[in-house]
């Protein structure tokens, strides 16, 4: 391949060692040459995947490094953390688009460097299993749903004879529920036992709320049974 340009660009297909002859004319008719060697290193390629939901957790990842033709990785996770690990894990702590960046070096200062938009939403609804009314801590004198990210949301209360206890649809603007059961009903305490919880609830998605993963091998269920402890 050849070029009369002044200043030419050129992309060579194989690595190696390649004699470059550059021929000058003035307007008198005189030439001059020069050669001249280029070493054309090989250049890694970047590449990677994401395991989502790393140790079943949402928002932490495994990076797993699939790049070629290379010694050393700088990660950017798109969220101010970096790495310099062959297989990285992080984790996210708010919904968003994240651009990770991975940059690969090889031995001859060669990179190459790939990106990948990771999107981030976080969803859930877990459902206390019992709460006491009379106990010191806070936390748990109240039946409570805790969820996020939810648009729509109908939690109800019945006895084990059927009758309504409680409901509540109310959110907050982070799609969190806001109201608990303090286990009355009518201004009078409800004794000590089980109750019947059943929640309709959907999320800013759109997606369906399958209901709460209660162990391995049973399957989620959008109703189930607390425990009022007095």
């Given at each position: 391949?050849?070029?009369?340009?002044?200043?030419?660009?050129?992309?060579?297909?194989?690595t190696?060692?390649?004699?470059?002859?550059?021929?000058?004319?003035?307007?008198?008719?005189?030439?001059?040459?020069?050669?001249?060697?280029?070493?054309?290193?090989?250049?890694?390629?970047?590449?990677?995947?994401?395991t989502?939901?790393?140790?079943?957790?949402?928002?932490?990842?495994?990076?797993?490094?699939?790049?070629?033709?290379?010694?050393?990785?700088?990660?950017?996770?798109?969220?101010g953390?970096?790495?310099?690990?062959?297989?990285?894990?992080?984790?996210?702590?708010?919904?968003?688009?994240?651009?990770?960046?991975?940059?690969?070096?090889?031995?001859?200062?060669?990179?190459?460097?790939?990106?990948?938009?990771?999107?981030?939403?976080?969803?859930?609804?877990?459902?206390?299993?019992?709460?006491?009314?009379?106990?010191?801590?806070?936390?748990?004198?109240?039946?409570?749903?805790?969820?996020?990210?939810?648009?729509?949301?109908?939690?109800?209360?019945f006895?084990?004879?059927?009758?309504?206890?409680?409901?509540?649809?109310?959110?907050?603007?982070k799609?969190?529920?806001?109201?608990?059961?303090?286990?009355?009903?009518?201004?009078?305490?409800?004794?000590?036992?089980?109750?019947?919880?059943?929640?309709?609830?959907?999320?800013?998605?759109?997606?369906?709320?399958?209901?709460?993963?209660i162990?391995?091998?049973?399957?989620?269920?959008?109703?189930?049974?607390?425990?009022?402890?007095r």
């Amino acid at each position: 391949d050849t070029s009369s340009l002044k200043n030419p660009s050129y992309k060579y297909p194989n690595t190696g060692d390649f004699t470059v002859r550059m021929i000058v004319k003035d307007h008198f008719g005189c030439i001059d040459t020069i050669d001249s060697t280029v070493r054309v290193n090989i250049t890694p390629v970047s590449s990677f995947t994401i395991t989502d939901g790393y140790d079943g957790k949402q928002g932490k990842i495994k990076l797993n490094n699939l790049s070629s033709g290379a010694q050393n990785y700088t990660w950017d996770f798109g969220n101010g953390k970096t790495s310099d690990e062959q297989d990285p894990v992080t984790a996210y702590t708010e919904d968003g688009t994240y651009t990770i960046r991975l940059v690969s070096l090889n031995q001859f200062d060669c990179t190459d460097t790939t990106f990948y938009e990771y999107k981030l939403f976080f969803r859930g609804l877990f459902v206390p299993n019992a709460f006491a009314p009379g106990n010191t801590n806070l936390g748990t004198r109240l039946f409570r749903p805790i969820g996020v990210n939810l648009k729509k949301y109908h939690v109800t209360v019945f006895d084990i004879w059927g009758h309504l206890m409680w409901q509540s649809e109310k959110l907050d603007e982070k799609g969190v529920p806001l109201e608990g059961w303090d286990g009355t009903s009518d201004g009078r305490e409800m004794p000590q036992g089980n109750y019947i919880w059943k929640i309709e609830a959907t999320f800013v998605d759109d997606s369906a709320w399958t209901g709460t993963d209660i162990g391995v091998g049973i399957p989620s269920r959008t109703m189930g049974a607390v425990v009022l402890i007095r």
